[in-house]
């Protein structure tokens, strides 16, 4: 048990890495509402988009128009990170004021090239420029790794190279690195050992751990990494996106759960329950299907919001 109980970050993901795996489009009015109402639950971390070509991610395309569209205020104050693969990606970022990115690879070869089309040495080799060209500009950089508990081409990943490719982000100017379970089949132990080992190379506090529900064990390994003194974590509201190697399975983990479980041992997220519903119930109108969050679900009874996503704000 950490000896302090401290503040818990939890990063939004869910208008990015929700979102571009959903398999309908959202309308960008409606993204930029979205990712006010969670602003306005309290998430001062907020994954808005990615910079990445439309033809690959179409879910995406807009991401230049959504981060224009919202409040001056809101990119003074809040952190609004957005994905960049690359030079291209960080110009058009940089041509609508992104004042944070992050830079994303997996520790899978076959992943990476599958994903991303580049082995691990030359996706790092792309950011090169990019982590250069934003220390000049002084924009913050946050990295992302995949398969960071498993992969599902490969199967079991290496703890090794987890640690080779967080040095090089690292050395990139990455002010955080979020450890992504990509598949869901991380689980209490494995993160146990993993965070052990992260944490004897890195502060704690440069790291973020990504997890996926798939196999239900997400809040699980949330509470095993927190009992090594993790306190980030990246959720999505409601559970947004589903598995994209799972037809059918859960991916991020809910938001809601982890809000639940830190409320519940009295640790302050600074995000509030019933301005966080709201949010999720907006966007989930828009899907037109129900939050697969256990909490989600309970709090909208609880609150007695409906659950089906008619009478949504905003909509
Ligand atoms: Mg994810």
Same mark, same amino acid.
């Given at each position: 048990?950490?000896?302090?109980?401290?503040?818990?970050?939890?990063?939004?993901?869910?208008? @990015?890495?929700?979102?571009?795996?959903?398999?309908?489009?959202?309308?960008?009015?409606?993204? !930029?509402?979205?990712? &006010? %109402?969670?602003?306005?639950?309290?998430?001062?971390?907020?994954?808005?988009?990615?910079?990445? +070509?439309?033809?690959?991610?179409?879910?995406?395309?807009?991401?230049?128009?959504?981060?224009?569209?919202? *409040?001056?205020?809101?990119? &003074? &104050?809040?952190?609004?990170?957005?994905?960049?693969?690359?030079?291209?990606?960080?110009?058009?970022?940089?041509?609508?004021?992104?004042?944070?990115?992050? %830079?994303?690879?997996?520790?899978?070869?076959?992943?990476?090239?599958?994903? !991303?089309?580049?082995?691990?040495?030359?996706?790092?080799? +792309?950011?090169?420029?990019?982590?250069?060209?934003?220390?000049?500009?002084?924009?913050? !950089? @946050?990295?992302?790794?995949?398969?960071?508990?498993?992969? *599902?081409?490969?199967?079991?990943?290496?703890?090794?190279?987890?640690?080779?490719?967080?040095? +090089?982000?690292?050395?990139?100017?990455?002010?955080?690195?979020?450890?992504?379970?990509?598949?869901?089949?991380?689980?209490?132990?494995?993160?146990?050992?993993?965070?052990?080992?992260?944490? @004897?190379?890195?502060?704690?506090?440069?790291?973020?751990?990504?997890?996926?529900?798939?196999?239900?064990?997400?809040?699980?390994?949330?509470?095993?990494?927190?009992?090594? #003194?993790?306190?980030?974590?990246?959720?999505?509201? #409601?559970?947004?996106?589903?598995?994209?190697?799972?037809?059918?399975?859960?991916?991020?983990?809910?938001?809601?759960?982890?809000?639940?479980?830190?409320?519940?041992?009295? %640790?302050?997220?600074?995000?509030?329950?019933?301005?966080?519903? %709201?949010?999720?119930?907006?966007?989930?109108? $828009?899907? $037109? +299907?129900?939050?697969?969050?256990?909490?989600?679900?309970?709090?909208?009874?609880?609150?007695?919001?409906?659950?089906?996503?008619?009478?949504?704000?905003?909509?």
């Amino acid at each position: 048990m950490n000896p302090n109980k401290m503040n818990i970050r939890i990063v939004e993901v869910g208008a @990015r890495d929700g979102l571009q795996n959903e398999k309908k489009v959202i309308a960008s009015a409606d993204k !930029i509402q979205f990712i &006010k %109402l969670l602003i306005e639950a309290g998430l001062s971390t907020v994954e808005v988009g990615s910079f990445v +070509r439309a033809d690959k991610i179409p879910q995406m395309k807009d991401t230049a128009q959504v981060y224009a569209g919202l *409040p001056d205020e809101f990119k &003074k &104050k809040y952190s609004l990170p957005c994905l960049v693969p690359n030079m291209k990606g960080f110009d058009s970022a940089m041509s609508v004021g992104v004042r944070e990115i992050a %830079l994303f690879t997996s520790i899978s070869e076959s992943f990476n090239e599958k994903n !991303i089309g580049a082995s691990i040495e030359e996706s790092l080799e +792309r950011f090169r420029p990019v982590a250069l060209a934003a220390m000049k500009k002084e924009i913050k !950089i @946050r990295g992302y790794i995949s398969t960071a508990f498993g992969c *599902p081409y490969e199967g079991e990943t290496s703890l090794d190279t987890l640690k080779k490719v967080a040095n +090089r982000l690292f050395d990139y100017g990455v002010y955080e690195i979020s450890f992504g379970d990509t598949i869901g089949v991380a689980h209490p132990e494995q993160v146990k050992t993993v965070v052990q080992e992260l944490k @004897r190379h890195f502060d704690l506090y440069q790291l973020t751990m990504h997890f996926h529900d798939t196999y239900g064990l997400a809040m699980a390994n949330i509470y095993a990494a927190y009992e090594e #003194g993790i306190l980030s974590f990246d959720a999505s509201a #409601g559970g947004l996106g589903g598995c994209p190697f799972a037809q059918g399975a859960t991916g991020n983990v809910a938001t809601e759960d982890v809000l639940h479980l830190f409320m519940k041992m009295g %640790l302050s997220t600074g995000v509030d329950m019933q301005k966080l519903l %709201l949010a999720s119930q907006f966007i989930f109108g $828009k899907l $037109k +299907r129900t939050s697969p969050s256990k909490a989600h679900q309970a709090y909208a009874n609880k609150y007695s919001l409906k659950a089906k996503g008619q009478a949504c704000p905003g909509s």
